[in-house]
Nanobody, 129 residues
Framework: VEWLVESGGGSVQAGESLRLSCKVSTYSIRYYCVGWFRQVPGKEREGVAVIRVGGGDGGGQIYADSVKDRFIISKDNAKNTLYLQMTNLKTDDTAMYYC???????????????????WGQGTQVTVSS
C-alpha cells in the first residue's frame, strides 16, 4: 500500500515554477502534521515546508529560510492531498522532493525528518541555469 504518492516534479529553467502534489491514502491528513523535505546525493535530507497541527496557535505553515517568499505549502483536506507551489526556482532547489506525514512531535521539532512515520517515494526537481 502506497501511503503517500508524489507527483509534479520535472526539469525547469531558473526562475520558473512547479507545483508538487502528494496524494495521501488510508488516513486523513486533517489531523496530522505534513510536510515537504528534499535531499541531494551526499547530503542530509532537509526540511522545506511543514504544516503543523496542534499547539496553542493551531499550527500553521513554516518554511525553511532558503524557500521563504518563493514556496507555498498547502493542503486540501477534502482531497487528502498536500501541495507545494514553488516559484522563482533556483539551481540550488535541485533535489529529490519527498512528502512526509505523521510526526508525533512536529510542533516542537518540525524539521526532524526521522520523526515522520510516513514517506512518499519522492519526485525529482531539476533546475538549470
Amino acid at each position: 500500500v502506497e501511503w503517500l504518492v508524489e507527483s509534479g516534479g520535472g526539469s525547469v529553467q531558473a526562475g520558473e515554477s512547479l507545483r508538487l502534489s502528494c496524494k495521501v491514502s488510508t488516513y486523513s491528513i486533517r489531523y496530522y502534521c505534513v510536510g515537504w523535505f528534499r535531499q541531494v546525493p551526499g547530503k542530509e535530507r532537509e526540511g522545506v515546508a511543514v504544516i503543523r497541527v496542534g499547539g496553542g496557535d493551531g499550527g500553521g505553515q513554516i518554511y525553511a529560510d532558503s524557500v521563504k517568499d518563493r514556496f507555498i505549502i498547502s493542503k486540501d483536506n477534502a482531497k487528502n492531498t498536500l501541495y507545494l507551489q514553488m516559484t522563482n526556482l533556483k539551481t540550488d532547489d535541485t533535489a529529490m522532493y519527498y512528502c512526509a506525514a505523521d510526526s508525533p512531535d512536529c510542533y516542537v521539532r518540525p524539521w526532524s525528518w526521522s520523526d515522520y512515520k510516513k514517506w512518499g517515494q519522492g519526485t525529482q526537481v531539476t533546475v538549470s541555469s
